[in-house]
């Protein structure tokens, strides 16, 4: 049935409640600006997460007066699968930001390589350094492995392609 009357000759339907706005389905209004903020924003945020942990608590962890070695790799497996796991919630947030409003191509192929070099990341770099971990907390003896190397370079080519990614939905956006 129909509602009350909110100005005199306007009727709304039931229900309807003032404030809602018909151009807030996707592709318009306000959706429209919580996707680009999305799609400008997360690519930021996530880059500023890799370079607070990747780059600055890192290598400060280790400097840490007490810190030892073992405690130091414990802390930084744990730390780094937290990492993880929000990297992959931001690259979800922003595959859907994409998915709702296609930016330019070559936002979504910056967003491909991202996925690649997180895949990469999780599932062949990090996972033997969290099975070489295990074993120097459990007392072996190892030599130093170029594993952490790989994942630095990762690292970089990851904050390096995380900006451009924002500056390209930027102009996309501007567009």
Same mark, same amino acid.
């Given at each position: 049935?129909?509602?009350?009357?909110?100005? &005199?000759?306007?009727?709304?339907?039931?229900?309807?409640?003032?404030?809602?706005?018909?151009?807030?389905? &996707?592709?318009?209004?306000?959706?429209?600006?919580?996707?680009?903020?999305?799609?400008?924003?997360?690519?930021?945020?996530?880059?500023?997460?890799?370079?607070?942990?990747?780059?600055?608590?890192? &290598?400060?962890?280790?400097?840490? &007066?007490?810190?030892?070695?073992?405690?130091?790799?414990?802390?930084?497996?744990?730390?780094?699968?937290?990492?993880?796991?929000?990297?992959?919630?931001?690259?979800?947030?922003?595959t859907a930001a994409v998915g709702m409003a296609p930016p330019a191509t070559p936002v979504i192929g910056a967003l491909g390589v991202l996925w690649l070099l997180l895949v990469t990341q999780v599932v062949l770099v990090r996972r033997r350094l969290d099975r070489r971990t295990a074993e120097l907390l459990a007392g072996a003896e190892l030599p130093r492995s170029p594993l952490h190397l790989v994942y630095i370079a990762l690292e970089i080519v990851k904050i390096l392609l995380l900006p451009v990614l924002g500056i390209l939905a930027l102009a996309g956006a501007a567009s």
């Open positions: 049935m129909w509602g009350t009357t909110t100005r &005199p000759g306007f009727r709304r339907p039931h229900g309807q409640c003032d404030g809602v706005r018909q151009n807030d389905a &996707p592709g318009t209004g306000a959706t429209m600006f919580v996707i680009t903020v999305l799609q400008v924003g997360v690519p930021f945020l996530w880059c500023g997460a890799v370079l607070a942990i990747s780059f600055l608590e890192t &290598p400060l962890k280790f400097r840490a &007066p007490g810190m030892t070695l073992h405690l130091g790799l414990g802390v930084g497996a744990l730390v780094f699968r937290a990492l993880n796991i929000v990297e992959f919630v931001l690259a979800a947030v922003l």
